[in-house]
């Protein structure tokens, strides 16, 4: 496998977090104690990334405080390089998880208003500047559902990557908790993700963003397959579409990639995961394990099969962050789940 990534280096940009998750398996109301975890998409693909030794900057912009610092600090621990943030505004956005299990579902309670990233104006990035370096930008949903003000700072890199011929890659990402300004997202996200070579998506955001439809008795591969045919129409860039896919077999997960890759298709088998720790991050994984598998010129299949992979080992992960490396993933596409000890 070819690993030389030296030359390689990806730019997210996003809003970074702390999420509040409340201990023990309680419930919000029954809540007690709060543990915290650094997060947000972009910065969870960083981290794998830099782990997986990629070199990354991660772009956003933070308050001058102690809980920023924080925040930064951890993402420091991986590697991630952060001197391209911008500081300003009063605070950080934090997001708020109720851990759901086999009966009932997770629940999410965003305090992301009035943020340092979401008050973002216009000009306060260069972006030039920051893609000195850079060989490829990823973005996603995320940023411009936050606010009118992000997603203008958004359109503002996307536009600066295209015109300097970085390859852009986008994740739908959308939030239905999000996109409280008065905007649907079809009248924002088409504009912005029109630019990508690489995209990872799902058949809900899509319809949402696009109002493509595909038949929901067909199978995941024709959906998928007649999903990239009509997406091509509206994003004319792109050359890479990737899905997870999850359903559930009693109390496990069943879990599966699909890839279009320069008109191939691909898929991996489909995991079955009989427990899971810790599901937030996991897409987030699944990107840095696309793109890592790109970086490295991977075979299409590798790089689905490097994408699952790393979307599975991070659901048996507490927190944002996918902790992991090289040799666990490698092992895991070539023996699957294992109860065995190191040692």
Same mark, same amino acid.
């Given at each position: 496998?070819?690993?030389?990534?030296?030359?390689? =280096?990806?730019? !997210?940009?996003?809003?970074?977090? %702390? =999420?509040? +998750?409340?201990?023990?398996?309680?419930?919000?109301?029954?809540?007690?104690?709060?543990? $915290?975890?650094?997060?947000?998409?972009?910065?969870?693909?960083?981290? %794998? #990334?830099?782990? %997986?030794?990629?070199?990354?900057?991660?772009?956003? =912009?933070?308050?001058?405080?102690?809980?920023?610092?924080?925040?930064? +600090?951890?993402?420091?621990?991986?590697?991630?390089?952060?001197?391209?943030?911008?500081?300003?505004?009063?605070?950080?956005?934090?997001?708020?998880?109720?851990? *759901?299990?086999? /009966?009932?579902?997770?629940?999410? /309670?965003?305090?992301?208003?009035?943020?340092?990233?979401?008050?973002?104006?216009?000009?306060?990035?260069?972006?030039?500047?920051?893609?000195?370096d850079v060989t490829h930008f990823h973005w996603s949903g995320i940023s411009p559902g936050v606010s009118h003000e992000a997603g203008l700072v958004c359109k503002e890199a996307i536009l600066?990557?295209?015109?300097? *011929? $970085?390859?852009?890659?986008?994740?739908? +990402?959308?939030?239905?908790?999000?996109?409280?300004?008065?905007?649907?997202?079809?009248? $924002?996200?088409?504009?912005?993700?029109?630019?990508?070579?690489?995209?990872?998506?799902?058949?809900?955001?899509?319809? /949402?963003?696009? *109002?493509?439809?595909?038949?929901?008795?067909?199978?995941?591969?024709?959906? &998928?397959?007649? !999903?990239?045919?009509l997406l091509k129409v509206k994003m004319p860039f792109l050359k890479t579409l990737a899905m997870s896919f999850r359903k559930s077999d009693g109390p496990a997960h069943l879990y599966k990639g699909l890839l279009i890759h320069e008109g191939n298709f691909y898929q991996t088998q489909e995991h079955k995961i009989h427990v899971v720790t810790d599901q937030?991050?996991? *897409?987030?994984?699944?990107?840095?394990?696309?793109?890592?598998? #790109?970086?490295?010129?991977?075979?299409?299949?590798?790089?689905?099969?490097?994408?699952?992979?790393?979307?599975?080992?991070?659901?048996? $992960?507490?927190?944002? &962050?996918?902790?992991? @490396? =090289?040799?666990?993933?490698?092992?895991?596409?070539? @023996?699957?789940?294992? @109860?065995?000890?190191?040692?």
């Amino acid at each position: 496998m070819n690993t030389n990534t030296s030359q390689t =280096r990806i730019a !997210t940009f996003g809003e970074l977090l %702390l =999420r509040m +998750n409340v201990a023990d398996g309680n419930r919000f109301t029954q809540a007690n104690e709060i543990k $915290i975890h650094v997060g947000g998409a972009e910065a969870n693909v960083c981290v %794998l #990334l830099s782990q %997986l030794g990629i070199q990354t900057d991660y772009i956003t =912009r933070l308050p001058q405080n102690d809980l920023a610092q924080l925040a930064v +600090n951890e993402l420091q621990k991986y590697k991630v390089n952060t001197s391209k943030c911008v500081y300003g505004g009063e605070r950080l956005g934090l997001y708020f998880v109720e851990a *759901g299990n086999q /009966i009932r579902q997770s629940q999410v /309670i965003y305090d992301r208003s009035n943020s340092s990233f979401a008050t973002i104006e216009k000009d306060q990035i260069n972006w030039d500047v920051a893609f000195a370096d850079v060989t490829h930008f990823h973005w996603s949903g995320i940023s411009p559902g936050v606010s009118h003000e992000a997603g203008l700072v958004c359109k503002e890199a996307i536009l600066t990557a295209h015109k300097k *011929g $970085i390859p852009i890659s986008s994740d739908f +990402n959308f939030r239905s908790k999000l996109w409280q300004y008065g905007k649907h997202p079809s009248e $924002i996200m088409p504009d912005l993700l029109q630019y990508s070579t690489i995209t990872v998506a799902d058949l809900d955001a899509i319809e /949402i963003y696009f *109002g493509i439809k595909t038949d929901p008795t067909a199978s995941d591969e024709n959906r &998928f397959q007649q !999903t990239f045919e009509l997406l091509k129409v509206k994003m004319p860039f792109l050359k890479t579409l990737a899905m997870s896919f999850r359903k559930s077999d009693g109390p496990a997960h069943l879990y599966k990639g699909l890839l279009i890759h320069e008109g191939n298709f691909y898929q991996t088998q489909e995991h079955k995961i009989h427990v899971v720790t810790d599901q937030i991050g996991s *897409g987030d994984a699944f990107n840095a394990g696309l793109l890592y598998g #790109l970086s490295n010129k991977l075979s299409g299949q590798e790089c689905i099969e490097w994408a699952t992979a790393c979307g599975v080992i991070k659901q048996s $992960i507490h927190g944002d &962050f996918a902790i992991t @490396n =090289r040799d666990e993933i490698s092992h895991f596409i070539k @023996n699957g789940s294992s @109860n065995r000890i190191n040692r």
